[in-house]
């Protein structure tokens, strides 16, 4: 390549109709070659300029020796790139052994522990019980805010008298004790709601099933 | 790509290959292949007219005595190890790992109550033990079977193992460290609990309280 | 594991086998493996004392012209089917993900110029190098982190792998196509852009260019 021969008016339309054709090219593509007309724009300029004694930079004429080799050797990687490309491939040409038959590893594993390990089980073992912290030995219990919570998201949707036991949160009633908290926490939580207004409460007579009926509804039927 | 680099051989032409060739070519075909190939299926692959059989046969005849074995495999044919050669497969890593919590709790437990049954253990460590566990300390050698507990069921006993006081540096089981040696090394903070009986689980027991319950309050 | 049917060797004793049984051995563990093994992975799999280039060196000869190869890659070995066979193995092909152009070219330049560092790919490219490019080859195994270079910053080098050889049949990074021809053109030396002295990125020094630049595009 020989930069003092290359016509700057036959660069800037071959540049032009390149933006036009990279529009439908591959960005990529375009990117490289806009960076290089752009280049050689920019060296053509300094090359039809006298030289300018005061200018410390290179010349015009190191500059272009420098392209030249910049361009000639990213054309040898572009070449090299296609040789190598060509070459048999692995998996395409030539193929590796396809079953893994023997790949048996036979990891023989060895296990240790230390008396010091084995005296701490056992000492986690024996302690375990009476190491309960408090929290555990509160158990299940539904608290009467998140009962509360609970049936207040549910007044819009409830229509009519309801028994309290279907009031209850499912996944309350799988055992005994979970049962009897939810029961409980309800029940107080619907004392509050009757209270504030949002809920009415019947029962007609001792250990006789209790009901609920959101307020609302009754008064505008 | 294909560089028939002066094999003279075209696979384009309609040409059989020659018997040599063939040969080379199941060769590649079996080598390459993830199972074993049957006849059919090898003649698939090849070049029309080839003889396969006969190719197969030349071809277990060359490996005949080598490291690696053309192996018949039901109807199939694969390449093989030599039998002879199978303990340079079987690499053997040592591999060191620590024992599992659950390992280590049941190994304590059963030299510090053996002979125990399995019941037994479950009951102490208060979780079930798996079968692969205690599998685990009896193939290591720490833990095997005593003499069946003479009580209903006549239940297996474990007991700890000459290996198990070797690996501890222990003379008998009667040198495991008591409780109080235990606590005395700091390794048990706690006060010993004197009866760990009837704990958490309370919700068993008293049913018919279900019913009852939403008539109660 | 070992039944050493009658063939006389057995592994436990510390006679080194013969030297024709020391290629069997190493026939096997190549032929289990799919990827290449160094000289010295092989020796540890075999018995103590034998000698592995030799018996790699009379494997290759025995395998010369077969349809299965013993292929070097780069230190290690390991069995390949022959190239020109490769049309037979239409059903094993693996569906690779197709490279970039960038992806390919900046490949090419790690091989041809290794160690490289990211700024002299772009230096070379004329372009910069997005992240992802040399992730992927990264990814794909063809490409490795070498050693930091050992100037201001210490920037870190990209090189290929063993798995970059294997892929494209190559023995060595020394038997790259047209590498002797590249280096006597003087197209792989890294030869200092004149304006802003050494400094890799042109952006700054020259400002007069980055203005051209800008307008131009």
Redesign the interface.
């Known amino acids: 390549v020989d930069l003092r021969r290359i016509s700057i008016l036959k660069l800037a339309e071959q540049?032009l109709g390149f933006v036009e054709a990279a529009k439908r090219l591959?960005i990529?593509?375009a990117?490289?070659y806009?960076?290089?007309?752009?280049?050689l724009?920019?060296l053509k300029?300094r090359l039809l300029l006298p030289p300018d004694p005061a200018d410390e930079?290179?010349s015009g004429d190191?500059?272009a020796?420098?392209l030249a080799?910049?361009l000639?050797?990213?054309e040898?990687?572009?070449?090299?790139?296609a040789?190598?490309?060509?070459?048999?491939?692995?998996?395409?040409?030539?193929?590796?052994?396809?079953?893994?038959?023997?790949?048996?590893?036979?990891?023989?594993?060895?296990?240790?522990?230390?008396?010091?390990?084995?005296?701490?089980?056992?000492?986690?073992?024996?302690?375990?019980?009476?190491?309960?912290p408090l929290h555990?030995a509160r158990?299940p219990v539904l608290g009467m805010e998140a009962a509360l919570e609970r049936m207040r998201g549910f007044l819009g949707t409830r229509l009519g008298w309801q028994?309290?036991?279907a009031w209850l949160p499912a996944d309350w009633l799988d055992?005994?004790?979970r049962?009897?908290s939810a029961?409980?926490a309800s029940?107080a939580a619907a004392l509050e709601l009757v209270k504030a207004g949002s809920l009415e409460i019947r029962q007609e007579g001792a250990?006789?099933?209790?009901w609920l009926r959101p307020r609302g509804e009754g008064e505008v039927l | 790509m294909n560089d028939e680099t002066g094999r003279g051989f075209d696979a384009g032409v309609l040409a059989v290959p020659p018997p040599c060739e063939q040969e080379r070519m199941v060769e590649a075909v079996l080598f390459a292949s993830r199972d074993p190939l049957g006849a059919r299926e090898i003649a698939e692959r090849l070049p029309a007219g080839c003889d396969v059989p006969e190719a197969l046969a030349a071809l277990r005849r060359r490996y005949e005595g080598r490291g690696v074995q053309l192996a018949r495999v039901g109807d199939a044919w694969a390449f093989r190890t030599a039998a002879d050669l199978g303990f340079l497969m079987s690499r053997e890593v040592v591999e060191t790992r620590k024992l599992s919590r659950a390992a280590i709790e049941t190994l304590a437990i059963v030299a510090y109550h053996q002979p125990v049954t399995r019941a037994e253990i479950e009951e102490i460590r208060g979780v079930s033990v798996s079968a692969g566990t205690l599998d685990q300390l009896v193939e290591m050698g720490w833990v095997k079977l005593g003499r069946r507990r003479m009580t209903p069921g006549r239940p297996m006993t474990f007991v700890v193992t000459q290996g198990f006081l070797d690996h501890f540096g222990l003379e008998s089981d009667r040198d495991l460290p008591g409780l109080a040696e235990l606590r005395a090394a700091g390794l048990l903070d706690n006060r010993p609990n004197p009866e760990a009986g009837s704990s958490a689980d309370g919700d068993e027991g008293d049913d018919g309280e279900g019913v009852a319950q939403g008539e109660l309050i």
């Open positions: 540049y591959r990529e593509l990117a490289d806009l960076v290089m007309a752009a280049w724009a920019f300029s930079g290179p190191e500059m020796a420098h080799f910049q000639q050797r990213l040898a990687m572009r070449e090299a790139a040789r190598l490309l060509g070459r048999d491939q692995l998996g395409r040409d030539v193929f590796a052994r396809g079953e893994t038959e023997a790949v048996r590893r036979a990891v023989k594993v060895t296990f240790t522990a230390s008396l010091v390990e084995l005296m701490r089980a056992y000492a986690r073992i024996k302690t375990r019980d009476d190491f309960t555990l158990g028994e309290l036991a055992a005994p004790l049962r009897r029961t409980a029940f250990f006789r099933p209790i």
